[in-house]
């Protein structure tokens, strides 16, 4: 029943930042045992776990990219977001925000994705 948006520009400029929101509807992010993550899908790579926040407001990384993302949260509003800098071409994607328990795929609920393209 729990649903996930993802929203945010379609289109960035290389060296800018991709910034996406995810809104959750019926449910909670500080709701307890669950990971709201965000993951990425590119011909090139498959898919690709960017990194999580959970319910306590913990963040998680995947190491190759930690450098350059920013997941944060705002409970007001139901939401998580994701900031990646320094976007190149390689980080066109379709970009889904997902919540599972403690990591486990077929608990995961996805939302819809959102295609990212990176362009000059």
């Known amino acids: 029943q729990v649903q996930l948006q993802e929203s945010g520009p379609g289109l960035v400029k290389p060296s800018q930042t991709l910034s996406l929101s995810c809104t959750v509807s019926?449910?909670?992010?500080?709701?307890?045992?669950?990971?709201w993550n965000w993951i990425r899908q590119s011909p090139g790579k498959g898919l690709e776990w960017i990194g999580s926040v959970d319910s306590r407001g913990t963040v998680y990384y995947n190491p190759s990219l930690r450098s350059r993302t920013t997941i944060s949260r705002d409970t007001s509003k139901n939401q998580f977001t994701l900031q990646l800098n320094s976007v190149t071409l390689e980080d066109t994607s379709v970009y889904y925000c997902?919540?599972?328990?403690?990591?486990?795929?077929?608990?995961?609920?996805w939302g819809q994705g959102t295609q990212v393209t990176v362009s000059s």
């Open positions: 019926n449910g909670s992010i500080t709701t307890n045992f669950y990971y």
């Open positions: 997902a919540r599972d328990p403690h990591g486990d795929p077929w608990e995961r609920i």
